[in-house]
């Protein structure tokens, strides 16, 4: 802490990995004696860079924009741009610490970053989203590359600012390269990637139930948020059998008791994802229950989905849901749930599928996506669903064999977080000290 001042969520962050890791490396002595954590904890380098552009009244604006690009030990850096009005550095370091653990259960050769700007896309024209973006690129095409970094989508950066970013890099650089990922399917966007993060999350959700003699099918569901996790939670859960009762945006939340039907669920991808609408719009169109400022904890559930942001469960939320009988959470958010509920959510006996194994499914797929712009070729579909399916099937394996308890249970948080540190310290350890 002393070393990182005024930073809560990079410390919740490593706060949690420590828990489950140092019993372990306590162990392992080589780990220690190369003080491979201390040196995790540390981002290779951060960038931080000024970004000039010009509105559409002609008034010159200015923000900040950042890459943390944390640990090369296995790939390329590789994690998503965030763009969002009051982006730190704080949050850009959980989020990056996170993505080293993250990227190496996915069993893809892919190392970590994260980064962004504190610029707010909603409310701003295509074309000044679009000057914002080239402006960003331009000083960013010189920290990345195919073999360097490659950047992906996150909260506020969708196909759109990836396709205006991509056209930046190419101009600047003179190449088409896969240094960018989430990008359109007409230039080298890969099939399912769009739907990758929230597939994965059910995916690995009906593994957790598996291992526990439960299933998915008929259960009621909620999912926080309507962004791109939530959205397509919400179509996998359905598509498996079960049923979605509420969602939500920053503005509130719906609630539907008999479950969403498919009309609904159409509707509310292409309000969200054409039209950038909000759910109360959503509530109003199909004159379903609407709660402005609510929450989705308090709604009845057998399991619930948190895909929106980080700590938006706190932990009169988790008693909420352990009072209502819920019996999984699994979090297709970056550390959706804080430190308070996530204890009182596993002292009570809940299924908990942590972020950096349940949502790494978006992830893995873009490692997917590098791999087929370099051999210059496109999977279909269904090879790269069930290729998702595996790879969440084999990070369920992983965190299970790790997280194993003496009383038989499974603490997934420690399963994963020993299983990604694993990978990346026997990396580190090869190369010595650098
Ligand atoms: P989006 O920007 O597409 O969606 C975010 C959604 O969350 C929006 O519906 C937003 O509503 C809502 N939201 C934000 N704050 C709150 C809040 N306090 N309460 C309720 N809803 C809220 O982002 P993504 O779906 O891409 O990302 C969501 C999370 O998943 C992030 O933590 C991200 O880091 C993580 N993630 C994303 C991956 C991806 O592939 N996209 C991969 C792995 C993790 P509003 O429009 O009102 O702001």
């Known amino acids: 802490a002393r070393r990182n001042p005024n930073e809560p969520e990079f ?3 490593v706060r949690e990995v420590a828990e489950s890791v140092i019993p372990y490396i306590n162990h392992h002595q080589k780990y220690i004696d190369a003080r491979i954590l201390e040196r995790m904890t540390e981002p290779d380098r951060i960038i931080i860079f000024r970004v000039c552009w010009e509105d559409d009244d002609g008034h010159i604006r200015v923000n900040r924009g950042y890459r943390v690009q944390f640990n090369n030990a296995i790939g390329p850096y590789k994690g998503g741009l965030r763009f969002t009005s009051n982006l730190s550095l704080d949050t850009l370091k959980f989020l990056g610490f996170e993505q080293t653990f993250k990227n190496s259960l996915t069993t893809l050769p892919l190392g970590s970053a994260k980064g962004g700007a504190d610029f707010n896309p909603k ?5 000044e989203v679009m000057r914002f973006c080239q402006s960003f690129m331009t000083e960013l095409h010189k920290h990345i590359g195919a073999h360097t970094d490659v950047p992906a989508g996150d909260i506020g950066v969708g196909a759109r600012e990836i396709s205006y970013m991509f056209g930046q890099y190419k101009r600047l650089q003179n190449e088409f390269r896969s240094v960018l990922t989430g990008k359109e399917l007409a230039y080298g966007g890969s099939l399912i990637r769009k739907e990758a993060t929230g597939y994965g999350t059910v995916f690995f959700t009906r593994e957790m139930l598996k291992a526990h ?18 959205l397509y939670t919400a179509q996998k859960v359905m598509q498996l059998g079960a049923t979605v009762i509420a969602m939500s945006d920053s503005g509130g939340s719906f609630l539907i ?24 719009e959503f509530a109003e169109h199909f004159d379903c229950d609407y709660y402005p400022d609510k929450k989705v904890w308090d709604f009845p ?8 942001t980080q700590n938006e469960l706190e932990l009169n939320d988790a008693k909420e849901l352990v009072k209502n009988g819920c019996i999984a959470l699994a979090e297709g958010a970056n550390m959706p749930t804080t430190m308070e509920a996530s204890h009182y959510l596993r002292e009570a006996g809940i299924l ?17 996506e590098m791999s087929q712009n370099s051999m210059r070729l496109s999977w279909p579909l269904e090879e790269l669903e069930k290729r998702l399916e595996d790879i969440m099937f ?8 790790y997280g194993q308890q003496s009383d038989n249970t499974i603490d997934y948080i420690r399963g994963a977080n020993i299983a990604g540190f694993t990978k990346v310290a026997d990396a580190m350890l090869s190369y010595g000290f650098v």
């Open 11 to 13: 410390h919740q962050a």
């Open 123 to 127: 409310g701003k024209s295509d074309r």
């Open 213 to 230: 003699q439960k299933e998915l099918e008929g259960k009621r569901c909620i999912v926080s948020g309507s962004g791109n996790v939530a």
């Open 257 to 280: 008791p008999s479950g969403m039907t498919q009309e609904h669920l159409n509707h509310l991808i292409d309000l969200k994802e054409k039209q950038r609408g909000r759910i109360s």
């Open 301 to 308: 559930c057998d399991i619930a989905f948190a895909c929106a």
């Open 352 to 368: 908990f599928a942590p972020a950096k194994a349940a949502n790494a499914g978006g992830v893995a797929v873009s490692g997917l």
């Open 394 to 401: 084999k990070i369920h394996q992983q965190s299970k064999r």
